[in-house]
């Protein structure tokens, strides 16, 4: 990233940024020091911002930008665990979906959000092609039928199921979200999980049907299919799909209770 200024008319010596920081860019030999910032700082400085979120006097710039950049929070509006243990428990695979399009306006929301999810070296490799018309998603699926027709025997029964008219790859769905990455993505299909998980947690709060869409994500990288895929959602030859979501109002599924879990396997060492 860009230089890194620090202000000392400004700087209190607190230390925040020394221990926030990922590239230990900032450095002091005492605590009575004012924090300097190292010469390799403009090469390795991943542009986290951290420095500016955690000084509590606005006395650094990075690349250009200033704490004025960084939103406030307030710790009371974090939900606290209880309700995040019911936001994991209660996310379904959604495979019922009513007709009714989803907002154009409500997915934008969400993958606003999206954007605080961590990635690896801060690389924010991961962009969206979505589809919000159920034609379209249609024409999608007919691609990722391609694909599965060259599976077989393994996913026999999911092309009989297009073929008589069912829509076994997206449910129904009305919404499609894709996540793809260029290939200077450092760690693609990792950033592109968590980028995923996020939407599918934030649909949930949103008590929207969400469900990842396997199948599409093997057909959009398949040889035999990736190129066909690629073109139809607009990506460029060294975009790659990495992840993929339904969306939807629920349809007619009314879930009871939380599906069984087998017990945690943890084995502290
Ligand atoms: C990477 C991934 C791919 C998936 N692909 C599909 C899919 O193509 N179709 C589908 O119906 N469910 C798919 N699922 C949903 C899983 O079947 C589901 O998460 C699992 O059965 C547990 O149910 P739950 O998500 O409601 O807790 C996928 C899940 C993940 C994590």
């Known amino acids: 990233m860009a230089k890194i200024t620090i202000d000392k008319y400004l700087c209190v010596k607190c230390g925040q940024c ?16 004012y924090p300097v910032c190292a010469d390799y700082a403009d090469e390795t400085c991943i542009g986290c911002t951290h420095c500016l979120s955690v000084c509590p006097v606005g006395a650094i710039t990075a690349g250009g930008r200033t704490t004025a950049d960084c939103v406030s929070f307030a710790d009371s509006s974090v939900p606290r665990f209880e309700q995040i243990a019911n936001l994991a428990r209660s996310r379904r695979s959604i495979r019922s979906y009513s007709d009714r399009a989803v907002e154009t306006g409500t997915v934008e929301q969400m993958l606003d959000v999206v954007r605080y999810a961590p990635t690896a070296h801060n690389g924010l490799p991961v962009k969206w092609a979505a589809l919000n018309v159920r034609k ?24 009989a199921e297009w073929e008589r008219g069912g829509d076994p790859f997206f449910r129904g769905a009305p919404c499609v979200v894709a996540a793809y990455t260029d290939e200077t993505a450092t760690w693609p299909a990792m950033d592109a999980a968590i980028a995923v998980e996020t939407l599918d947690l934030c649909a949930t709060a949103k008590r929207l049907g969400s469900c990842w869409a396997g199948y599409f994500i093997h057909a959009a990288q398949a ?16 975009e790659t799909v990495q992840g993929g979501l339904m969306l939807g109002h629920i349809g007619t599924v009314a879930y009871q209770r939380i599906p069984y879990r087998p017990e945690v396997s943890v084995r502290w060492v």
């Open 18 to 33: 020394i221990m926030a920081c990922p590239a230990r860019i900032f450095q002091r030999k005492t605590p009575n020091d």
């Open 136 to 159: 379209k998603v249609l024409e999608l699926a007919a691609l990722t039928a391609e694909w599965a027709k060259t599976q077989l025997p393994k996913s026999a029964l999911l092309v």
């Open 223 to 238: 040889k035999e299919s990736k190129k066909a895929i690629n073109d139809f959602l607009g990506l460029k030859d060294n």
